[in-house]
């Protein structure tokens, strides 16, 4: 059991966080715009700095490391007509080849009908034939 002057949370940014380590890191929105954030996106040398961050983040958990990807970002400045969401995308810096080195947890747990199995998570959709489909 942790002493009392040991049970606390510390939140810090990706840049101060450099030369620290902990048990445990969380590393919130490692989605495009956050992580390359969208202002560092101009040129290759940005692009590197950001993937180094997001290193230096990662490389800070010493047992446990949690990388939340966010689904969607409620957003209050889009037109009333919209549903105020705006979907997201795991940051370019773990590609697909590299997830099977993760393991993957959804919250809230999908469905049972909505889980599929593995053979359907397999399977390559062709979405571009989908999208003509619809429109003949």
Sequence with gaps: MPLLDEDYLILS????AKGQEWKAVTILNVV?????SDMATGT????DEERRLLYVAM???KDELDLMVTQRFYVTHQ????????YA?????IPN??????AQRSWPAPMPEMQGNAESRREAVDLAARMRAMWQ
């Design 13 to 16: 940014t990706i840049h101060s």
């Design 32 to 36: 495009d715009g956050c992580i390359p």
């Design 44 to 47: 290759t040398a940005e692009i």
């Design 59 to 61: 490389t800070r958990a």
């Design 79 to 86: 037109s009333g007509f919209g549903d105020r969401h705006v």
């Design 89 to 93: 995308n795991r940051t370019r810096f």
């Design 97 to 102: 080849s590299l997830l099977s080195l993760f």
